[in-house]
């Protein structure tokens, strides 16, 4: 039951495309744990290990040649702001799961500079997921998790992992940075999936 | 077994409830930001650097959500916000310019178990605020200074001019503190005004004795460069906390 504060009123909004207790940006808010990892393209590399260990990796060159996809999504903070049709370039993790033969159902995702977010793995898998390179047409800029993050635009927005660097496959699911600090295993903005136990 | 042990510390069962929150007390801290006194019955307290989610709701059943630092240490049911007046912000403005004492609204929390000081951690403290970033970490100063905490501790604040300040009363009396004006400085300042610099960051850390923890707060722009700077300087990484607001 909620506390009616007597003179707000607010400025309303009508479009269902905001989740609740979201409100629209037009800016690019940044919000990361600590100082931006900068990681020199010659040295980038991107690796999926799974449960028995076997590795696949892609240099930038490499990641680059891949098929790309462009998708436009609208993405969702926890910190409330929602900021809709954005645009990414990337390769989609169908592409680079391909041929990775696993039994995961989970995923724990690292980054540089040690980051690291779970989810499971049927939520990067048909369409839903990108290792994403370029924001808006231009490079992704470093404190946006450039030069590659993950985009997992359904889920809460600290799921789309910055400087992404590694996915593990694994047959557990175990609770990565955010997570150990109180918010939610999964994460669904749509049914404001915030804090453990929401 | 090890992550239930992990989620038993972190209080978020009583997180996950909406308080309601009464306004007893309120007053301007500049003439765009002000602090509000809220009484929250059953509130379970908080860590120093964490913050909070206010929910207004107007009387058509509009609802809004937006997370403020809290600016004072755990004192039970008391829990103070400093709010900055966001343009076009629609709770903020109502937070600075609309809320009356007596009004009472709803907040959930505490929320963040990152950018938080614990008093048991040893390690001595290098705070750098950027305008309402000072809000967290003052809460890490009192702190500090209610519990006449060992660690040595230096705060450095950058504001655009000596009216940006926020709890400069209390803050002018205080050991270990440098403000920084990147706009105007007050009369006889010796500094001209400008950005806070690395080698300004840089005899800070010279005054600690050893490697600090750090956490910095501001704007993004802001605490990309402290950060980056610290890192230059030879902080771990691991050790520079960072927390930023956007400027939505």
């Known amino acids: 039951m909620a506390i009616v504060t007597p003179g707000f009123r607010g400025r309303g909004r009508s479009d269902d495309r905001v989740p609740p207790g979201q409100y629209l940006v037009e800016d690019f808010p940044v919000l990361s744990a600590g100082p931006t990892p900068r990681v020199p393209l010659d040295r980038w590399q991107f690796s999926i290990v799974t449960e028995t260990g076997l590795q696949s990796s892609w240099s930038w060159d490499e990641l680059q040649a891949l098929p790309a996809s462009s998708p436009t999504v609208d993405i969702h903070c926890v910190t409330q702001w929602s900021k809709l049709a954005t645009t990414w370039k990337g390769v989609s993790l169908d592409v680079l799961l391909e041929d990775v033969d696993t039994a995961a159902?989970?995923?724990?995702?690292?980054?540089?500079?040690?980051?690291?977010?779970?989810?499971?793995?049927?939520?990067l898998l048909d369409g839903k997921a990108w290792v994403a390179y370029e924001f808006d047409g231009e490079p992704l800029a470093p404190d946006h998790g450039g030069p590659a993050r993950l985009l997992v635009p359904h889920l809460y927005f600290w799921k789309s992992a910055k400087w992404v660097q590694r996915l593990e496959l694994r047959l557990d699911d175990t609770p990565g940075f955010w997570e150990q600090l109180g918010y939610h295993e999964y994460g669904d903005p749509w049914r404001e999936q915030r804090y453990a136990g929401d | 077994m090890a992550r239930a042990a992990l989620r038993g510390g972190l209080s978020v069962a009583v997180a996950r409830r909406w308080l309601e929150a009464r306004v007893v007390d309120a007053r301007a801290e500049t003439p765009t930001a002000r602090t509000l006194v809220l009484d929250v019955p059953g509130w379970p307290g908080h860590l120093p650097g964490q913050h909070l989610?206010?929910?207004?709701?107007?009387?058509?059943?509009?609802?809004?959500?937006?997370?403020?630092?809290?600016?004072?240490?755990?004192?039970?049911?008391?829990v103070e916000l400093t709010v900055q007046l966001v343009p076009e912000g629609e709770v903020s403005e109502f937070l600075v310019t609309g809320v009356q004492v007596g009004d009472a609204f709803e907040v959930r929390g505490p929320v963040g178990g990152w950018f938080v000081w614990r008093a048991e951690d040893p390690a001595p403290l290098l705070l750098v605020a950027g305008g309402s970033g000072i809000v967290p970490l003052m809460a890490v100063v009192r702190e500090h200074r209610r519990l006449l905490a060992p660690q040595p501790l230096e705060l450095v604040v950058s504001v655009r001019s000596p009216e940006d300040l926020y709890y400069a009363g209390e803050l002018a009396g205080l050991p270990g503190v440098t403000v920084v004006h990147t706009r105007r400085a007050p009369e006889g300042s010796g500094r001209p005004p400008a950005r806070l610099s690395a080698p300004e960051l840089?005899?800070?850390?010279?005054?600690?004795?050893?490697?600090?923890?750090?956490?910095?707060?501001?704007?993004?722009?802001?605490?990309?460069?402290?950060?980056?700077?610290?890192?230059?300087?030879?902080?771990?990484?691991?050790?520079?906390?960072?927390?930023?607001f956007g400027p939505s």
């Open chain 1, 105 to 123: 159902d989970y995923v724990l995702v690292h980054s540089y500079g040690g980051y690291t977010t779970n989810l499971p793995l049927e939520d």
């Open chain 2, 53 to 78: 989610t206010v929910r207004l709701t107007s009387p058509d059943g509009y609802s809004a959500q937006r997370s403020y630092s809290i600016a004072t240490p755990d004192s039970g049911a008391r």
């Open chain 2, 202 to 244: 840089a005899a800070v850390v010279a005054r600690l004795p050893e490697q600090p923890r750090a956490y910095v707060c501001g704007p993004t722009g802001f605490v990309e460069a402290v950060a980056d700077a610290l890192v230059a300087l030879g902080l771990d990484p691991a050790e520079v906390r960072t927390e930023r």
